[in-house]
């Protein structure tokens, strides 16, 4: 007769199975470290390539200066980011993520919804001008093209639907006002960034594109 993990019996000792929650606790807590570490320094190398090209413009921007600023390796650099580009494409991400989740506070039955998205989206580009510019013009293609296009028209269309169906708008083509709205927001953020418009001129547009998108879609407020 065999038993289990006698000497010599030829059979292999039976092992207890289950996992260990202490080792599990530890690979948990491993990983979270992992991660906290490497959030804290792609965050420090992208407040360096904000720095840098605030002070030098976007064409300073290297890989070699933002690894001396910081500390690092250039090699460290490129675990992180692609290159010069690839950080220009986050620093222009990290202001529209931030645009989106203060959008996400308001109510979008609000009447002054549109107004909101349009204050928040100035407050937000103007708190650093002369770094939001560059990206906005040299990223600007991939990350303020139709996929963000879209996100705000959608955001846009939607909200005025639930108003036209709330009774509190009335429209004769609720769709081309929408489409007008984005539309001139995205020609005055363009040219705010081109230098044509100052800060304050770009509140203005924006806020102007509300007027537009009403008068040729022939909407009016009810009561």
């Given at each position: 007769m065999c038993v289990w993990g006698q000497r010599g019996s030829g059979?292999?000792?039976?092992?207890?199975?289950?996992?260990?929650?202490?080792?599990?606790a530890r690979t948990v807590a491993r990983r979270e470290r992992a991660v906290a570490e490497h959030d804290r320094t792609r965050a420090r190398l992208l407040a360096a390539a904000r720095d840098i090209v605030r002070r030098d413009g976007a064409f300073g921007l290297t890989v070699a200066?933002?690894?001396e600023v910081s500390g690092v390796t250039p090699?460290?650099?490129?675990?992180?980011?692609?290159?010069?580009?690839?950080?220009?494409?986050?620093?222009?991400?990290?202001?529209?993520?931030?645009i989106f989740a203060r959008i996400a506070e308001h109510d979008q039955a609000d009447r002054h919804f549109l107004d909101e998205i349009g204050r928040i989206a100035v407050e937000e580009f103007s708190s650093d001008s002369e770094v939001n510019?560059?990206?906005?013009?040299?990223?600007?293609?991939?990350?303020?093209?139709?996929?963000?296009?879209?996100q705000v028209g959608l955001l846009i269309h939607e909200h005025l639907r639930v108003r036209l169906a709330s009774g509190?708008?009335?429209?004769?083509?609720?769709?081309?006002?929408?489409?007008?709205?984005?539309?001139?927001?995205?020609?005055?953020?363009?040219?705010?960034?081109?230098?044509?418009?100052?800060?304050?001129?770009?509140?203005?547009?924006v806020a102007?594109?509300?007027?537009?998108?009403?008068?040729?879609?022939?909407?009016?407020?009810?009561?």
């Amino acid at each position: 007769m065999c038993v289990w993990g006698q000497r010599g019996s030829g059979v292999a000792e039976k092992k207890d199975a289950s996992p260990d929650p202490d080792a599990s606790a530890r690979t948990v807590a491993r990983r979270e470290r992992a991660v906290a570490e490497h959030d804290r320094t792609r965050a420090r190398l992208l407040a360096a390539a904000r720095d840098i090209v605030r002070r030098d413009g976007a064409f300073g921007l290297t890989v070699a200066v933002v690894a001396e600023v910081s500390g690092v390796t250039p090699m460290t650099v490129y675990r992180y980011f692609d290159g010069p580009t690839d950080m220009l494409y986050a620093l222009s991400d990290e202001t529209m993520q931030r645009i989106f989740a203060r959008i996400a506070e308001h109510d979008q039955a609000d009447r002054h919804f549109l107004d909101e998205i349009g204050r928040i989206a100035v407050e937000e580009f103007s708190s650093d001008s002369e770094v939001n510019r560059m990206t906005v013009l040299l990223a600007g293609t991939q990350r303020f093209g139709p996929d963000v296009v879209d996100q705000v028209g959608l955001l846009i269309h939607e909200h005025l639907r639930v108003r036209l169906a709330s009774g509190q708008v009335e429209f004769d083509d609720v769709e081309l006002a929408a489409r007008t709205i984005i539309t001139y927001y995205r020609g005055a953020l363009y040219s705010w960034a081109a230098g044509f418009y100052t800060d304050d001129q770009l509140g203005t547009e924006v806020a102007s594109a509300i007027k537009a998108g009403f008068a040729l879609g022939g909407g009016k407020e009810v009561g």
